[in-house]
T-cell receptor, first 121, second 114 residues
Framework: GAVVSQHPSWVICKSGTSVKIECRSL??????MFWYRQFPKQSLMLMAT?????????EQGVEKDKFLINHASLTLSTLTVTSAHPEDSSFYIC?????????????????FGPGTRLTVL | AQTVTQSQPEMSVQEAETVTLSCTYD???????LFWYKQPPSRQMILVIR??????QNATENRFSVNFQKAAKSFSLKISDSQLGDTAMYFC???????????FGQGTRLTINP
């Protein structure tokens, strides 16, 4: 099956710094990528949807200027947490959706990355 | 807007027993997909089983099967002969169509005891 990677898998940073998380589709082209946030023992909360070459669409209540999403290529999307604070500590997961002509399985497939644990001190 | 409800926050059964996790959803769509995901301690989301709404036959994957009741908007997961490795969070998810949001339930924490 299709593979999605995330890097880093775990990051610890100081309050006020910025952290970039990468999500890559390794063997297919992902026209759309979704970013989720998950707090301990809770469900996944959609933060934003990104389409290659266009601006991301953010969910209500998600700060666009704090969580910068870039989807510059068909295999890479990045989430940058700017001026991170302890309350941003969470588990971030990406989901990649193949393009119709990009391979990677049928259109109803859902491919998740392994997640990134962010701890802000 | 679509919603997904998992009414059992936690469940616990003995190894080899059968357990059923419940899920209900609300939608006005006529065709859609439903998924059950497993999230073990590693937190990697693993697809357990999926059901296409237009298919009347319930999906089955080895020890995992679903009871899909479209009129009742119910989608329960049955795990037969449960194993210790089945211990995980289980999420029910609704997917209306390509490119749309995947809507998750709150999750059920399942523990299989030896």
């Amino acid at each position: 099956g299709a593979v999605v990677s995330q890097h880093p898998s775990w990051v610890i940073c100081k309050s006020g710094t910025s952290v970039k998380i990468e999500c890559r589709s390794l063997d297919f082209q992902a026209t759309t990528m979704f970013w989720y946030r998950q707090f301990p023992k809770q469900s996944l909360m959609l933060m934003a949807t990104s389409n290659e070459g266009s601006k991301a669409t953010y969910e209500q209540g998600v700060e666009k200027d704090k969580f910068l999403i870039n989807h510059a290529s068909l295999t890479l999307s990045t989430l940058t947490v700017t001026s991170a604070h302890p309350e941003d500590s969470s588990f971030y997961i990406c989901r990649a959706m193949p393009g119709l002509a990009g391979g990677g399985g049928s259109y109803n497939e859902q491919f998740f990355g392994p997640g990134t644990r962010l701890t802000v001190l | 807007a679509q919603t997904v409800t998992q009414s059992q926050p936690e469940m616990s059964v003995q190894e080899a027993e059968t357990v059923t996790l419940s899920c209900t959803y609300d939608t006005s769509e006529s065709n859609y997909y439903l998924f059950w995901y497993k999230q073990p301690p590693s937190r990697q989301m693993i697809l357990v089983i999926r059901q296409e709404a237009y298919k009347q036959q319930n999906a089955t994957e080895n020890r995992f099967s679903v009871n899909f009741q479209k009129a009742a908007k119910s989608f329960s997961l049955k795990i037969s002969d449960s194993q210790l490795g089945d211990t995980a969070m289980y999420f029910c998810a609704f997917y209306p169509r390509r490119g749309q949001k995947l809507v998750f339930g709150q999750g059920t924490r399942l523990t299989i005891n030896p």
